[in-house]
């Protein structure tokens, strides 16, 4: 098990290390330079390997159009992402969540949950071996 706690975000791995749990700051806006940011941890956190990350986005406040493009873009926020499950209880954020996957479809497998162990499951069936 590894655990970073960043500026922006706390990432760690529990006992699957291909998965990578990330928990935003509390009320966290994600603009274009905070997005920079959010990747430049998970690409160090990672080393950049592929892996599957598990985002909990119940505490973010907004995320700005720049900042989205960016995280969805293979160069940017996707890279070395093989798959990703977003996680949240707040209503906006899941408003947010889905219309984010519906508008930009990321060109990596991605869903939303309201539940840890169902994204995690469905993480797991993504899988391949390495």
């Known amino acids: 098990m590894k655990r970073e706690e960043y500026k922006y975000a706390t990432l760690w791995t529990e006992e699957d290390e291909k ?8 009320q966290l806006e994600i603009d274009i330079n905070i997005a920079h940011e959010l990747v430049k941890n998970r690409l160090e ?16 406040k907004s995320v700005t159009k ?14 070395y ?19 984010y996957l519906k508008i930009n479809r990321p060109s990596v497998p991605a869903k939303f949950f309201t539940k840890k162990e169902d994204a995690l499951a469905w993480l797991k069936g993504l899988k391949q071996p390495y």
């Open 66 to 79: 720049e900042a989205r493009e960016y995280m969805n873009s293979p160069e940017g926020g996707l890279k």
């Open 19 to 26: 998965i990578i749990f990330a928990h935003y700051a509390p």
């Open 45 to 60: 956190f990672c080393k950049n390997k592929p892996h599957y990350i598990l985002i909990d986005f119940s505490n973010t």
């Open 81 to 99: 992402i093989l798959g990703g499950a977003f996680l949240s209880d707040n209503i906006v954020s899941n408003v947010f969540i889905n219309l």
